[in-house]
């Protein structure tokens, strides 16, 4: 550390040499003229802001943030860090560079510590906001399929408003839009549509990255492969994505958003899976829904439950998960393309009452929303949570991929056991499943390793603010599930996964390692970037 300060405070106290763009030699790592004018900073009000993420249990101060606003400042820092690191890599330290989208991580993962730098992607985002999602809804050439070219940095609601615009929107989405385009595809971003058309990282055709060695390339499946898969869920380890080709498709103008309370969580995990079958499709048993997920309804002192149900419905609705005490709520979404669609509701109607799914009778929900409302949905719950100053707290989330085999296990030493026992969890737990053949092997992202075509998604989306207990015992709870899950052989994986040294990290991507190893050597082989997930600098 005292190193790096040195150097800074040489680098920052030189003669300028290199104004006007005129180069006279090579520019020295964190040569704050080789910038454009403010672009590189190192004061505490930069670096300070650069030193906490959504969770607020990592807290790593870098020694400088760049405020791109180009991609060409972007590639200046790898390249310039990348040489950095060539020169001095005699076991020093490395030089650390790391991508800040939207800093929803909940552990560090956007973060470098004091040997680093930030790159703060929501001001590239400022500095390009009307230019960097471009809609082409008819394509020359053999593809002829919208897409859209969208900025790293952008927002996936920029992505949705400029979309819109021309009735076409992406397919697969998160269930929260403020997050950005090259933070989601460096995890998978999943959510409700994902059973159909696959996580997000499956929904790209090309991209733009500026690679650990400070090049700037375009890849695809068809082009520079290797590298096209390896940053799809790879976590920021092999490139800054600057560029994202999302393909796209008509939008939906309204959705019928529909809620489905059972008691019995074999009952809701087969409704869930029937739901999503492949075999639904094209006129299957069941009509096709756009959208499926789930959550726990949990007796927690009473808590009031969402804004969703009708009032009035509210009380035996709380008496219902106070009698059970754990109650699973199925969700689903009928999209609609033509304003005053009949056809919705026959279909909720063939769905919900001749479908027979096997909710609690009495206790099905059905609201009208817009697609953007309804994809937006989570946006007034941040709203009033800011206005309570309950969004800046600790968040210990647990993400979790379980084998459809072994969800009633899952169900009965988590939900029933764990989760009930400690009777802690706060916020929203979320339980529904995929199919894995929308997924693609080639890519980064980790699936549990059994040959099964479903898994679900577990998200313990804690917050620590609403009680007394602290994000500790929240933590200690995350514990008790992964010691269960171990013990008991389950076979999941982390979703956003968060270790702390290599070996673990080996053991985490399994049959993958070896693979992720050796493109991490061919794309950043100082091993520079995205420290703060702590794979290869634990
Ligand atoms: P950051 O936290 O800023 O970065 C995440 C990682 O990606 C870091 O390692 C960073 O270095 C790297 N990175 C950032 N930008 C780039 C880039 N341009 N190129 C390469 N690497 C980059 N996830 C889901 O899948 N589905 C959900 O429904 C969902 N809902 C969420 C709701 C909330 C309220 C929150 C807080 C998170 C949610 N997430 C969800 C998790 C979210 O997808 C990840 O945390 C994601 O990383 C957040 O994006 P970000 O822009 O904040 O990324």
């Given at each position: 550390?005292?190193?790096?300060?040195?150097?800074?405070?040489?680098?920052?106290?030189?003669?300028?040499?290199?104004?006007?763009?005129?180069?006279?030699?090579k520019?020295?790592?964190?040569?704050?003229?080789?910038?454009?004018?403010?672009?590189?900073?190192?004061?505490?009000?930069?670096?300070?802001?650069?030193?906490?993420?959504y969770?607020?249990?990592?807290?790593?101060?870098p020694?400088a943030?760049?405020?791109?606003?180009?991609?060409?400042?972007?590639?200046?820092?790898?390249?310039?860090?990348?040489?950095?690191?060539?020169?001095?890599?005699?076991?020093?330290?490395?030089?650390?560079?790391?991508a800040?989208?939207?800093?929803?991580?909940?552990?560090?993962?956007?973060?470098?510590?004091?040997?680093?730098?930030?790159v703060?992607?929501?001001?590239?985002?400022t500095?390009r906001?009307?230019s960097?999602?471009?809609?082409?809804?008819?394509?020359?050439?053999?593809?002829?399929?919208p897409?859209?070219?969208?900025?790293?940095?952008a927002?996936?609601?920029d992505?949705?408003?400029?979309?819109?615009?021309?009735?076409?929107?992406?397919?697969?989405?998160?269930?929260?839009?403020?997050?950005?385009?090259?933070?989601?595809?460096?995890?998978?971003?999943?959510?409700?549509?994902?059973?159909?058309?696959?996580?997000?990282?499956?929904?790209?055709?090309?991209?733009?990255?500026?690679?650990g060695?400070?090049?700037l390339?375009?890849?695809?499946?068809?082009?520079?492969?290797?590298?096209?898969?390896?940053?799809?869920?790879?976590?920021?380890?092999?490139?800054?994505?600057?560029?994202?080709?999302?393909a796209?498709?008509p939008?939906?103008?309204?959705?019928?958003?529909?809620?489905?309370?059972?008691?019995?969580?074999?009952?809701?995990?087969?409704?869930?899976?029937?739901?999503?079958?492949?075999?639904?499709?094209?006129?299957?048993?069941?009509?096709?829904?756009?959208?499926l997920?789930?959550?726990l309804?949990?007796?927690?002192?009473?808590?009031?439950?969402?804004?969703?149900?009708?009032?009035?419905d509210v009380?035996?609705i709380?008496?219902?998960?106070?009698?059970?005490?754990?109650?699973?709520?199925?969700?689903?979404?009928?999209?609609?393309?033509?304003?005053?669609?009949?056809?919705?509701?026959?279909?909720?109607?063939r769905?919900v009452?001749?479908?027979?799914?096997?909710?609690?009778?009495g206790?099905a929900?059905?609201?009208?929303?817009?697609?953007?409302?309804?994809?937006?949905?989570?946006r007034?719950?941040?709203?009033?949570?800011?206005?309570?100053?309950?969004?800046e707290?600790?968040?210990?989330?647990?993400?979790?991929?379980?084998?459809?085999?072994?969800?009633?296990?899952?169900?009965?030493?988590?939900?029933?056991?764990?989760?009930?026992?400690r009777?802690?969890?706060?916020?929203?737990?979320?339980?529904?499943?995929?199919n894995?053949?929308?997924?693609?092997?080639?890519?980064?992202?980790?699936?549990?390793?059994?040959?099964?075509?479903v898994?679900?998604?577990?998200?313990?989306?804690?917050?620590?603010?609403?009680?007394?207990?602290?994000?500790?015992?929240?933590?200690?709870q995350?514990?008790?599930?992964?010691?269960?899950?171990?013990?008991?052989?389950?076979?999941?994986?982390q979703?956003?996964?968060?270790?702390?040294?290599t070996?673990?990290?080996?053991?985490?991507?399994?049959?993958?390692?070896?693979?992720?190893?050796?493109?991490?050597?061919a794309?950043?082989?100082?091993?520079?970037l995205?420290?703060?997930?702590?794979?290869?600098?634990?």
């Open positions: 550390a005292t190193y790096f300060i040195l150097l800074l405070f040489i680098i920052t106290t030189l003669p300028i040499s290199t104004l006007n763009g005129t180069k006279t030699s520019p020295q790592l964190l040569d704050i003229n080789y910038f454009p004018t403010g672009a590189l900073r190192t004061d505490p009000a930069a670096t300070t802001a650069a030193a906490t993420d969770g607020h249990i990592v807290h790593r101060r020694a943030v760049l405020h791109p606003s180009s991609v060409d400042d972007i590639v200046k820092l790898l390249n310039l860090a990348h040489d950095h690191n060539n020169m001095n890599n005699n076991n020093t330290t490395t030089f650390t560079v790391a800040r989208g939207r800093s929803h991580s909940v552990r560090g993962q956007a973060m470098a510590a004091e040997n680093g730098v930030v703060d992607m929501m001001r590239l985002r500095a906001y009307n960097n999602v471009r809609v082409v809804v008819s394509p020359r050439g053999h593809r002829r399929r897409y859209a070219d969208v900025g790293g940095e927002l996936w609601i992505v949705l408003d400029a979309t819109l615009r021309h009735g076409v929107a992406p397919a697969s989405w998160t269930d929260y839009l403020h997050l950005t385009v090259g933070g989601t595809l460096s995890n998978a971003g999943i959510g409700g549509q994902s059973f159909r058309h696959g996580p997000q990282i499956s929904n790209v055709h090309e991209m733009d990255v500026v690679t060695t400070g090049k390339v375009t890849c695809s499946p068809s082009n520079n492969t290797d590298l096209f898969y390896a940053v799809l869920g790879g976590l920021g380890q092999f490139g800054i994505i600057t560029r994202a080709r999302i796209l498709h939008a939906p103008k309204r959705v019928k958003w529909v809620r489905l309370l059972y008691s019995d969580f074999a009952a809701f995990t087969k409704d869930q899976e029937r739901l999503i079958s492949d075999r639904n499709h094209g006129g299957g048993v069941l009509p096709e829904v756009d959208y997920e789930g959550s309804m949990l007796h927690r002192g009473g808590s009031p439950p969402s804004s969703f149900f009708p009032a009035a009380p035996r709380t008496s219902l998960v106070a009698r059970h005490r754990l109650v699973y709520c199925l969700e689903l979404a009928i999209n609609s393309y033509v304003d005053g669609d009949r056809r919705q509701d026959e279909l909720l109607e769905l009452v001749e479908g027979r799914l096997n909710y609690l009778p206790f929900y059905s609201k009208d929303a817009s697609y953007l409302e309804f994809l937006d949905r989570v007034s719950g941040e709203v009033a949570l800011h206005s309570r100053g309950l969004w707290v600790p968040h210990p989330w647990l993400n979790l991929f379980v084998p459809k085999s072994r969800i009633a296990d899952f169900g009965s030493g988590v939900f029933r056991d764990i989760v009930l026992r009777n802690i969890t706060t916020g929203p737990v979320l339980v529904y499943p995929m894995r053949n929308k997924w693609d092997d080639r890519t980064s992202a980790v699936l549990p390793e059994a040959a099964e075509d898994f679900y998604t577990v998200g313990f989306l804690h917050s620590s603010g609403f009680d007394d207990g602290g994000w500790e015992e929240l933590e200690e995350n514990k008790e599930i992964m010691e269960f899950c171990e013990r008991s052989g389950m076979g999941v994986k979703y956003l996964a968060h270790y702390a040294t070996e673990e990290w080996a053991k985490h991507f399994g049959a993958k390692w070896e693979r992720f190893r050796h493109r991490k050597s794309f950043d082989p100082m091993k520079m995205s420290p703060g997930q702590r794979i290869f600098n634990s």
